[in-house]
């Protein structure tokens, strides 16, 4: 959601996305970013490009994926 503080923020885009705990160093960066202004967007796709999503993703998506339509 958009209304969460930045600290619930970074601690949920450790869980969805990387699928654990946030590290303390890598928590007080990302929090440090958004809390000096940093764009949520700009964050979300440092996630999301990470080495670390790319690598647990690979084998989920290296075939492509079926397409189904929203009903």
Known sequence: G???DNATLVTRLYQNILDRPPE???????LKVLNDGG???????????SPENRDA???????????????
Do not use: K, M, S
């Open 39 to 49: 764009d949520r967007a700009t964050v979300l796709t440092f996630f999301c490009e």
């Open 2 to 4: 958009t209304d969460l």
């Open 24 to 30: 303390q160093a890598g928590y007080d960066y990302w």
């Open 57 to 71: 993703l690979i084998g989920t998506i290296g075939n492509g994926f079926d397409y189904v339509p929203y009903a």
